[in-house]
Antibody, heavy 115, light 104 residues
Framework: EVQLVESGGGLIQPGGSLRLSCAAS????????MSWVRQAPGKGLEWVSI???????DYAGSVKGRFTISRDNSKNTVYLQMNTLRVDDTAVYYCARGLGALDSWGQGTLVTVSS | IQMTQSPSILSASVGDRVTITCRAS??????VAWYQQKPGRAPKLLIYRASTLEDGVPSRFSGSGSGAEFTLTISGLQPDDFSTYYCQQYNSYSFGQGTKVEIK
């Protein structure tokens, strides 16, 4: 059974850093594209980042240069390193898998950026 | 690529046929997915490649379109279908703004 479990969220001050983890089971994170999608409180879905099977990455303009996606194949885990966090980065962050459409999602982890 | 989804809110009754539309800012072939999201839950994939039903999704859900205009139709709305729906283009991964289907 495919399962994705996010962790690492919490309360952080503006300008701070946080690393989110997404532990996968039931498949290999190196065999499929893995994405991060976020949802601000009461708002819609926003795609954040993707790591492709070959290891290349892509980012939404709002996070480019501040966030870094990576994976550890030995731990079957995907990460999102978030630096220089801003108040408008406050959201539930989901990891999801899919070669295009996202067919499995984690339960999400809440990141709150506030002073 | 921008995805413009409409309407933002749709009021309907059980048994109704409802249609949600997404327009892309450029041709995206058939690279569109539709998701359902309930409050406090992760989104669930309903349809991919514009019209292919994900395994386990009821056949009352259907998708159509190609190029830049796409629709999600629910034929015979059920109580469990009152949710928020999102389209997504997976050329560059952006989502539509969402449509909340509420009880009339």
């Amino acid at each position: 059974e495919v399962q994705l479990v996010e962790s690492g969220g919490g309360l952080i001050q503006p300008g701070g850093s946080l690393r989110l983890s997404c532990a996968a089971s039931g498949f290999s994170v190196s065999s499929i594209y893995m994405s991060w999608v976020r949802q601000a409180p009461g708002k819609g879905l926003e795609w954040v980042s993707i790591i492709y099977t070959g290891g290349s990455t892509d980012y939404a303009g709002s996070v480019k240069g501040r966030f870094t996606i990576s994976r550890d194949n030995s731990k079957n885990t995907v990460y999102l390193q978030m630096n220089t966090l801003r108040v408008d980065d406050t959201a539930v962050y989901y990891c999801a898998r899919g070669l295009g459409a996202l067919d499995s999602w984690g339960q999400g982890t809440l990141v709150t950026v506030s002073s | 690529i921008q995805m413009t989804q409409s309407p933002s809110i749709l009021s309907a009754s059980v048994g109704d046929r409802v249609t949600i539309t997404c327009r892309a800012s450029q041709n995206i072939s058939m690279w569109v997915a539709w998701y359902q999201q309930k409050p406090g839950r992760a989104p669930k994939l309903l349809i991919y490649r514009a019209s292919t039903l994900e395994d386990g999704v009821p056949s009352r859900f259907s998708g159509s379109g190609s190029g830049a205009e796409f629709t999600l139709t629910i034929s015979g709305l059920q109580p469990d279908d009152f949710s928020t729906y999102y389209c997504q283009q997976y050329n560059s991964y952006s989502f539509g703004q969402g449509t909340k289907v509420e009880i009339k």
